[in-house]
Structures are given as structure tokens and as C-alpha cells.
């Protein structure tokens, strides 16, 4: 086991009505807020009203700030900043999913940074304040509702970056599991590719002697593996739902990645996939996810023969290495197809033109030196070409 | 699954070396510091001296108060509240294991209250405001290095206390697994007794749909049972210890309990054996455990072949559920034998004589009204009569 720092403040209030909460759960935190969302369908789903009627009998006065798109862009991140500093916010409270969330933190930070926030981006160097940052979760998946993480996209340069900070973990995430009934499949699906991707990163490892936290990504991994196929017979599964919701938390709070060596290739290599196609990131990793696994398992069999195992319920038996491990990995597409994921980057309208390309953007060798991605083994850009290949 | 509100915002520094740490991580927080400690034994080991030197090198001023005893005492409380108040201390670094932590946590919330601090754990009244806790781990068992728990025994009236309050939540515990190599070997078990149990206590329930938090649970307990029987085998060895003291508190951090109806019952009947004939708690623990597994399971007899199965790794095959659930017990026994752990009362030094009145103070009836204990079954006097019968 590697030392490690483990801080997980974010406060969880959990369960049904826990929405209404939310302004008695701000008031000791917030003298003026700024609710900042997205588009219309808090508004149709009844949610605004709830929010802005518990603010308003806590005695909270706020400002608000909608229009928060999928991959969230920077410029409503300045516009939000200078909307905090005008009216004198304290506390930004989030009313959405992980795009919400992540504007929001950038805004959190962007109020004390006398430059521009991208900067932060661009440099990744420490920051030494931001505003609390409060969530009402209306969409299990990116985990950024206990995460100290944010990625904002630059319309006018076309980048895509992520960041990160202790100070960035928000003070309170509010989740109940009904706000989740309304979510299409196809989302239900890419949240459940997301946050189990946000596990298989830190389970993935040749760090050893890490008996607790691969236990736990392991029991995370089977809750998921046995509950989402449920929504997608029914949405409104509420057991179902809560499992689902908690395990996105869970697996991206930090804990299940303590003392390990994490790995994070998939993420960088789906990443050019959404910058070049637009595709979801989830449908993105469960067409990725698999494939990487086709191609570096050999580095280390026994890691993947546990996952097989632990993870898959493939049976050890007096089998070779290689065979248990194939079977794992076929489960874990079969998963997939059960979610109505893609399996392919044809499906995903993908074809093999810019395949090097994003091979090269992700290694960085297309913008100067190669930056190897991965942890369990490293990739050059042309591992990841093959990765791009097997999974085409 | 029940709402829940999980809390953990306690920071775990753990690993090699990290006690030097302790100055430098606290340099953001404390202007002058109380170092709360027991006896002789961090002199000895040299801890107090890098602890004392890491202070001095971040140029931190401290005051110091040891003495602290197992089952920690009143009065020494009193004495660290006049201490802190005298020397305006902002922030108490706890020296030790759960005793120090829970010594350091009365002074916390003592400083800022106006009378007599045993008012608060007489009343279980809600606190407004404590002192920040910082702690350096000598021993993996109480958990209180994550928890906002707290155990107090009065002197004068012999009454033994414990009271909670998220405001009691260490702000950043150091833990560093070479600090317990140099554990007696029935400090080691009693330790992972208490571990269990605080598992236990959350795992036992009647609470349906509760996946993730079970499969955590399990995942707990299996890492400490593969482990721990390594420390008996040798007390130095690290990747054993890196686990047992990561699993002690993520048992006791929250976490493995939430959305649950949780049982508590072997605590406060163990709390009884403690009063009346001063055993460690690990070890009543680990005596009164299987006696009240033998007398609930009927309750819940899928909790526990769940628990059977899952945990003790029994094969369900084609078999009677209660048969199922002895060979669980027993292994459990087993695995508590292994680690030197008493199997009765007797073996305690615990006869037939005191059994009703400590039956009777369990469940309050001793003092007036009953008040049943556990949450799988609800206890009275009678029923925790039989269960120390069960194990006497």
C-alpha cells in the first residue's frame, strides 16, 4: 500500500423529499447564493420551484444563473463570476448533474483569481480559495458531487481541461433518488458506464497489498453491475436508484483509490473522443473500456483474473489465466449491451480517419513530446492507436 | 434503503513516515496546541520526541497535559478545559489511541461550555461548538480517529458515558502502521474485536435493499479476517498492519452504516462487563458477539446465512439455513480462538453473580423504566440475561 491523504468533507444528505432541505441545510453556510443550472428541465420537473420555495423560506436571498450546457463552457463561467462578485455571493449552489456542478466550482475559484480562471486550467497550479459549492444531484454519474474536480471547456481554443483541488469538494450534495426517474435510458446508461469507469481507474493497479480498497471497488463494482440493469426496465425503481446513486458517490469520493497507483488511461483516451465527435463520455468508455483491457491484461494477468472473478463471477476453476480473463471481459460487454451501450466507435458514428490523430492528442506528441497516459501499463501514442484499432 | 446524512470529514494522513508530518499539517490551523497523551509508552518510542520536534520545527507553541488512562476520566478533562482556556489552546493534538482521541474530544467541546462539560454526556444535548482534534494513532480499534464519538467515565459517580456530535469529527488524523509494531499481542486482538464489532453493529439489520453498504461491509470484515491473523504471526508485519488500521477506520467513519437500521446491543452489553469488572472491550466483545448471534439469528435468519456466506466464507450448498449459520459462528469463534481472543465469560473472570444486575443496568430497568437495546431484535433485561447465559 502507497501513504496516502484521504479527505472526503462533502456532506451527503440522502433520500427522498431531502430536496426540500435545502435552504435550513445552507442557512448556517450562506448569507447570498447563486443557483446555477441548466436548461429547461429542472423547471418542468418542478425541482426549481422546490429549490427556490425552500431558499425563500430559509430567508436566503439569491441570484441565478441558468444556461449550463453539457460540457461546460467557459464563457458562462466568467459571466457567472462576475455575477458573484457583483452581488456579493457566498456560496454557489449547483441544481443539476456533473456540468453543473463543474461550472460551478469554476466560478467557486474564478471569484478569488484575479486573472482569468482558465489560467487555473491551463497551469493546473494550487489554488488557495474558492466559495462553498452546494449540490441538489439530478443525475448519478459524474461523482462530482463529492469530488474536488472540475472540467470546463474552452470555446474559443477548443480545449478540454479538467482540474482539481481539496478545496473544491462542495460543502453539502443533497440526492434523492426520485429526482433520477425522469432520466432517459440512454443517460441512465452513460451515468453507469461513467461512474463504474471512475472505479475500474483506480481498481486497475500494480500496486500490491491492497487488500481493503480492492475489496471495496470490487462490492462497489457487483452493487452496480446488479442493480442498473433494473432502471433499465424500470426508471423508477427506487431500491434500484438509491444503489445506484450512492455507488456514484462512493466511487468517486476518493476512498476507493487510497494507496494505490491509479491508471486513468481510458478517461484520456475517451476524452479525444468527445473533443473530435461529441460523443457521450460513458458510451465513449464502455466502447474503450473493454478494448484497453484486450490490450494490456497481459502486463498483468492475475490483476484481471481477480477482476474476473471478484467482479464478473467468472468461475477460476483449473483454467489458464488468459481464458478466465476472456470470459471476464466478455461479461463486462455483455453488461453493456444489456444497457443498450455502444460496443463499437463505428456505432458510435466513428471511423478510423482521425484515429492517429486523437492517438497523438492524447499522448500530447501531437502538440511537442509524448506524454505516456495510463498507470498499469503506459501508453505511447501508438497503444493507444492500437487500443483505437481493437475497439473500432 | 432508510435517508441518510454521511459526514466524514475527518482527513486521513496515512502511511510511512508521516508523523513528522504533523507540524506542517497543522500549521494552516492551530496558533497553540494542547498535546493530550497517556503514559510513558510514546516517551519511550520516541514518538513524543518527533511529535514535539515537527511542532517545534512549524514553529507551533504547545502546552501539554499526559496522564490519560484507558477508559479516560473526568477529571483529567477538567484539568485539560482550565489548561486550554489559561493558555488560549485553539486546537487539541491527541497523542495515542482511542482514549487520548476521547480525552481530547470532552477538553474540545468543555472549553466552550459553560458548566460542568458531564452535563453534555448526561443530556446527549446537541453542542453548538468545539475546538478542532488533530490526532497521531498509536492504536487501530476505537476508530475515534474518524468518528465524532466520544466515551467519558466519571469517577465520582462511576457512570461511564459516551456521547456524539459531528462537530467532534477530527480535523486531520495522522496514522503511520510502523507506530503499531510495538502493540502486545492481546492489545492487537482486542483491537480488531472492536473493529468488528463497530462493523457488526451497522451489518446486523433488518433494513431491505441496503447492497452497497452490505457488500462494503463484508468487504471490511473479510480484509481484517485475512489479516489480522497475520499480526499474531508477526506484529511487525507492515502490509498487514497498513490494512487492519485503514479497515479500523473506515468500520467506524460512518460510512458501512448508512441508509440502516444499525444493532448496538453487544456494545451495551459489553459496556456492562466493562463497568462491573474493568475487561478490555475487545475481548468482552469478542465473548458476547456469538452468544448474541446464537439467540437473535432466528429473527433474521437471511441476514444471517447472508453474513455466513459472505463473510465467513461458508458454503450455502443444499443445506438447512440454521445449519448454514452455526458453521458461521463457529468459524467466527474460530478465527477469535486464533487470535487468542476469551471464548466465555469465565474465561473472563466473569461468574453467575452479577449477570441480572448487569442485565438490568443494560437496559435501564435496574434505574426505573426498561429501554430495550439492539435493532435486529429489540432486547430487554430478560433477553441480555439469556445472552450472557448463552456465553458465560
Known sequence: MLNFDLYMPARIVFGRGTQSR?????????????????GGSIKRTGLYDTVVKSLNDAGIPFVELGGVVPNPRLSLVHEGIELCRRENVDLILAVGGGSAIDSSKAIAMGVYYDGDVWDIYDTGKPIEKALPVAVVLTIPAAGSESSGDTVISNEETGRKYGYGSPKLRPLISVMNPELFFTLPKNQIANGVA????????????????????????????????????????????????????????????????????????????????????????GAGLAVLTPAWMKYVHKDNLDMFVQFAVNVMGVSKGFRDKEDVIREGIDRLQNFYRVMSLPQTLTELGIDESR??????????????????VGGLKKLGWQDVLNIYTIAK
Open 194 to 281: 461513467d461512474m463504474m469507469s471512475h472505479i475500474f481507474e483506480r481498481y486497475f493497479t500494480n500496486t500490491t497489498h491492497v487488500d481493503l480498497t480492492d475489496a471495496l471497488c470490487e462490492a462497489t463494482l457487483r452493487t452496480i453491475l446488479s442493480n442498473a440493469p433494473r432502471l433499465m426496465e424500470d426508471p423508477q425503481d427506487y431500491d434500484a436508484w438509491a444503489e445506484i446513486g450512492f455507488a456514484g458517490t462512493v466511487a468517486h469520493n476518493g476512498l476507493l483509490g487510497m494507496g494505490r497507483e491509479q491508471d486513468w488511461a481510458c478517461h484520456a483516451m475517451e476524452h479525444e473522443l468527445s473533443a473530435a465527435y461529441d460523443v457521450a463520455h
Open 22 to 38: 435545502i435552504g435550513e441545510l445552507l442557512k448556517p453556510h450562506a448569507k447570498k447564493v447563486l443557483l446555477h443550472y441548466g
Open 355 to 372: 484515429h492517429e490523430e486523437m492517438a497523438k492528442k492524447c499522448t500530447e506528441i501531437y502538440f511537442g513530446e509524448e506524454y505516456k
